[in-house]
């Protein structure tokens, strides 16, 4: 890749406190080296005014002006809005791109309109441990849904942007491109580092991401079975039926590790998290259920009750002779 890229890298954020500032402001200084930055600060005023401070210079720094529930999809759709570059690559505040990452996106936009690029932690907490077990399932099912992807901004606006209203507003941007007409890459060879998240972060998480998999019902129903199964299984005493579901769950990380070429940065103890994060899934599946009979699942002050736009309507909408 040349020393400076015709790209926009895009950063949606919204920060509660001052926590990793520095760090995110080193990394976005070596950024800016390569790439034009915008940083879509969804802050409080107070941190929206000391980052802007200590940003480097040349770093765009914006508030979003896009609408919708989504935080993260309002300051995406905000800054490829006004992106300069036709490529662009947007990514959560604890990725971190190198060199190589970067060129390999950048590449990969040259023979695809939307590219789904694949993270790995930089450390490896039990925790962290745990979670790679999901990432390694779901690439198993042909690719994660990480933190950062990369698109043809002329690509979205042939379909006139997307929902912001969504929780799962990566796959809602990937299905808007590829319904419209877009060519989809799952990038599952390049792998961007990504800083872990903290234990309260992570158990956070557990389930909103269970909740994402309302935009997925082949994916759901399986997920729904598994306590069912579960609590049979114990109250029949067929520890063998446990034991099964837990070597399918390693079997299936095991491959999503094994998959592209990638596999020695990618924790090989992790597949053995599979079983935990399987049982975890289990019931924060069920849990999910309860948020959306009650009207959606709790972002942000409010309640977001789709996970995506249903893929048939997404698709009737955004067929290439309804978008030309």
């Known amino acids: 890749m040349p020393e400076r890229a015709a790209v926009e890298y895009i950063l949606p954020l919204r920060r509660h406190d001052r926590a990793g ?14 790439v034009d930055v915008t940083v879509v600060d969804g802050s409080s005023a107070a941190l929206f005014d000391a980052l802007a401070a200590r940003l480097p210079e040349g770093v765009r720094h914006v508030a979003p002006i896009a609408p919708g529930l989504n935080g993260k999809a309002r300051g995406a759709l905000t800054g490829i809005r006004l992106a300069r570059h036709d490529c662009v690559i947007v990514a959560d505040d604890d990725v971190r791109y190198g060199d190589r990452s970067l060129a390999s996106a950048v590449a990969l936009l040259a023979e695809a309109d939307f590219v789904r690029l694949q993270n790995v932690y930089t450390a490896q907490p039990w ?16 690719g994660d849904f990480g933190g950062t ?3 043809r901004r002329s690509a979205l606006e042939r379909a006139g942007g997307y929902s912001t209203d969504v929780l799962f507003e990566n796959l809602e941007l990937e299905r808007t491109v590829r319904f419209a007409g877009g060519r989809v890459l799952v990038a599952r060879d390049v792998l961007v580092p990504r800083i872990p998240p903290t234990l309260a972060h992570f158990a956070r998480q557990r389930v909103r991401q269970a909740y994402d998999d309302f935009a997925q019902p082949g994916r759901l ?14 109250l029949a005493r067929a520890r063998g039926v446990i034991v099964l579901i837990a070597l399918a769950a390693v079997a299936l990380a095991e491959t999503g590790r094994r998959a592209g070429a ?5 924790s090989a103890s992790a597949a053995l998290w599979a079983p935990a994060w399987a049982a975890e899934r289990a019931i924060a599946v069920w849990v999910a259920v309860v948020h959306r009979l009650r009207g959606g699942v709790p ?3 409010s309640r977001i009750f789709s996970a995506a736009t249903p893929a048939g309507l997404l698709r009737s909408r955004l067929s290439p002779e309804g978008v030309a």
């Open 299 to 301: 972002y942000a002050g």
């Open 127 to 142: 925790f962290v441990r745990w979670d790679t077990a999901r990432v390694l399932v779901g690439r198993a099912f042909g």
């Open 21 to 34: 500032e520095a760090g995110l402001v080193r990394y976005l200084g070596r950024l800016i080296e390569r």
């Open 149 to 151: 992807v990369a698109l």
């Open 262 to 266: 990638t596999r020695s940065a990618l």
């Open 221 to 234: 129903v399986v997920e729904l079975s598994l306590l069912p199964v579960l609590v049979a299984a114990l």
